[in-house]
């Protein structure tokens, strides 16, 4: 009898592994090194396990966009519940988890699905998605100019972040995002 029969069916561990997997694949080689055989490989499971939960690659990335959009939407609503005032509450969450991004292990799965989302135009489009959705959802709060200039600058101090083309010391990204919140009450 084999491992594979033996041992206790985790389907959520499982699902959980090809994705942090695909993730690992994609920053290490590139997203053109993510394919169902490397992943199932790399996490020792079955291809068969693998398309049990993924049943092809646009759907691999998809659950990786989706886990990491949850969380980057649970960070901004925490964010945002510890914000006593209104007038670009978002922007102000969005500019906070942006740039923590770059400190925490979660920044290397944003790199990942940053990275993704330039390849695959169908990520492309759920992240037009995502931003519209949200744009719409607090556009009475935050759809000043300023607003969205600080949401533009925190997207491209991501993209620096992804590039390492600027570094910035604690020091001054604290003055940055201070600066950037500042533009949100505008």
């Avoid at 646009?58 to 989706?66: E, I, M, Q, S, V």
Wanted: aromatic share 6%; charged share 25%; glycine share 6%.
């Amino acid at each position: 009898m084999t491992n594979a029969h033996r041992r206790k069916k985790q389907p959520e561990h499982v699902r959980q592994q090809l994705l942090e997997v695909a993730a690992r694949l994609s920053l290490e080689q590139g997203i053109g090194a993510v394919t169902l055989d490397a992943v199932s490989q790399a996490a020792g499971v079955s291809k068969g396990g693998l398309l049990h939960h993924f049943p092809n690659k646009l759907a691999l990335l998809d659950g990786l966009f989706d886990e990491l959009v949850a969380r980057f939407d649970r960070a901004i609503e925490a964010a945002m519940a510890s914000d006593d005032v209104e007038q670009g509450r978002f922007t102000r969450a969005y500019l906070t988890v942006c740039f923590a991004l770059e400190a925490e292990a979660e920044g290397k799965g944003w790199q990942v699905l940053t990275i993704a989302l330039l390849a695959e135009p169908h990520l492309k489009a759920r992240w037009r998605d995502w931003v519209a959705r949200r744009a719409a959802e607090f556009a009475a709060t935050d759809s000043s100019p300023s607003c969205l200039l600080a949401r533009f600058a925190a997207d491209g101090v991501w993209l620096a972040d992804l590039l390492e083309s600027h570094k910035l010391d604690a020091p001054a990204r604290a003055i940055l995002l201070q600066n950037l919140k500042a533009l949100s009450l505008q």
